[in-house]
């Protein structure tokens, strides 16, 4: 019997666990796979993300949660949402406050995991500098990635080669800012469980509780407020501990690891590629002449432009406005929420907006992304997280809590992630029940109504149950699963 595609993706995360060869078996679409769970692994930033047949949606949301675990290593919890009556619970907040407030620093970070029986191993050490806009990361085998503000490039040594990455926009994610991370994790409860040495440093030890999830740790310098630690819950039975061992502010000592010198660089017999990383222009009109159309243009001017062969990103600094000719279908990503724009629909995605408007793909990115974006659709529609269409469910349907937050904990872990997506959900639901009268399970069209983000509503084109209601029950983002609470016959 073959197996399902969650039984082959714990195949292929235990055997890169065990640094063996994945089963890949001339499938594509586990090749694919395979290539995002080593770019997880190797903490390298992404580079412009591939097509991949299949449905898009899913496909582009198990691309962007694996390069997000990735990131979210270092200090997916650096700010959260005190529990009630935490006597201490002001250390996170204290941290925000001076994250917010650095303009440079340079640390080192190491990684080490640790498997069920209690073994630690090294992984890997992560070298950093950030610099106003300016930010490095160096791995421990020498891959050096840079993004100066003007040249974004990766080098490595081994291969004597240089990939000149997007400057912004798509595929140019993947730094370890650590003001993008703080300013992502006013999301989940904490408490603070006492004061331990990390590093040689006092640190508070702060315990994080994700809604539905298995709780981790993360530890504060006492007297810088700084994240010294991160340490993940047992997932897969392999746990993953992140350390600086070092870490100063400050004006960095050596600004020239943020000099891009393409001779020096083929002197020293490096192979530039250098594709398309795009380049920042002066005006509108010249983005045009670059990426063959006019860009859609909000009443606030970006801090600058930046053009491609083929799209257009306008650069306000943490937010991002792209724009691409539209192609093809506009298919949302799986688990979106749906509001509104210029006519059409609109994809609520994490912190980002993206919708089709005269001809154009257009998303923004970023914390301003609502405001930029009502500057260029008039009739910008965010999804109504009021409404719950499920109370007019004719049917409702019991739902154990319990095992709700057990299959959470399980996509958590790498496994099941279809229940990411309330139209696979519904399928499922609906093929296993099967009322009487329907037939029995059996070729049946689904088609998501409605989705704010906490409710979707799931229509089915045959049998007798003619819509599934649906909700994030113990987590209400992108990475909580969803459950049936009701459907109505047909």
């Given amino acids: 019997m073959k197996a399902s595609a969650e039984e082959e993706l714990d195949r292929l995360i235990e055997a890169m666990n065990e640094e063996k060869s994945p089963p890949l078996g001339g499938d594509p679409d586990l090749a694919e796979m395979a290539a995002v769970v080593r770019a997880v692994r190797s903490l390298r930033p992404q580079a412009e993300p591939r097509h991949v047949p299949g449905r898009p949606g899913l496909r582009r949301f198990l691309t962007r949660l694996g390069i997000g675990l990735a990131a979210a290593c270092l200090a997916a919890a650096l700010i959260a949402v005190p529990w009630p009556g935490s006597p201490r619970a002001d250390v996170v907040q204290a941290m925000e406050r001076v994250v917010s407030k650095l303009t440079s620093y340079h640390g080192a970070l190491e990684m080490r995991t640790t498997n069920a029986g209690g073994q630690t191993v090294f992984t890997r050490r992560v070298e950093l500098w950030s610099d106003g806009r300016k930010q490095a990361f160096r791995l421990d085998d ?12 990766q080098a490595r040594p081994e291969d004597r080669l240089v990939v000149l990455l997007p400057l912004v926009g798509p595929g140019a994610d993947g730094s370890f800012d650590l003001k993008d991370e703080a300013g992502r994790a006013l999301e989940y409860p904490h408490k603070s469980v006492g004061v331990e040495t990390v590093a040689g440093r006092e640190a508070s030890h702060i315990v994080i509780e994700p809604p539905g999830g298995q709780a981790y740790d993360l530890w504060i310098d006492v ?38 010198d ?10 530039v590629v250098d594709g398309d990383p795009g380049r920042v222009v002066a005006t509108p009109r010249e983005a045009a002449a670059v990426a063959g159309f006019n860009p859609l243009l909000p009443a606030e001017g970006p801090e600058r432009i930046v053009a491609f062969k083929d799209r257009i990103v306008l650069d306000y600094g943490q937010t991002t406005i792209t724009e691409s000719k539209a192609a093809g ?31 154009l793909e257009i998303a923004v990115k970023g914390p301003r992304r609502a405001e930029l974006a009502a500057q260029v659709t008039a009739d910008l529609a965010l999804p109504d997280v009021g409404a719950d269409p499920a109370e007019q469910a004719e049917v ?17 872990g790498g496994h099941s992630p279809w229940w990411l997506d309330p139209m696979q959900v519904a399928a499922a639901f609906v093929d296993q029940t099967a009322p009487a009268g329907s ?11 409605s989705n704010n983000g906490l409710v979707a509503v799931v229509e089915v084109g045959e049998g007798s149950v003619e819509r599934v209601y649906l909700k994030r029950l113990v987590r209400q983002d992108e990475t909580g699963i969803w459950s049936v609470v009701g459907y109505d016959k047909r």
């Fill in 142 to 153: 020498g891959t050096l990635t840079v993004n100066n503000g003007d040249v974004h490039w």
């Fill in 439 to 449: 037939g029995g399970p059996g070729p049946r069209t689904f088609r998501v109504n």
């Fill in 223 to 260: 007297q810088t407020k700084l994240p010294l630690r991160l340490r993940t819950a047992m997932q897969n039975a392999i746990q993953t501990t992140y350390t600086f061992v070092s870490f100063e502010t400050g004006e960095i000592a050596d600004p020239s690891v943020f000099v891009y």
């Fill in 262 to 271: 393409r001779t020096a660089l083929e002197k020293q017999g490096y192979q």
């Fill in 396 to 412: 409702k349907v019991p739902v154990d809590l319990m095992m709700v937050k057990a299959q959470q904990q399980q996509v958590d």
């Fill in 329 to 359: 279908a506009f298919d949302l990503v799986a688990n979106s929420a749906t509001g509104k724009a210029a006519g059409g629909p609109l994809e609520v995605w994490f912190d980002r907006l993206r919708w089709r408007q005269d001809g």
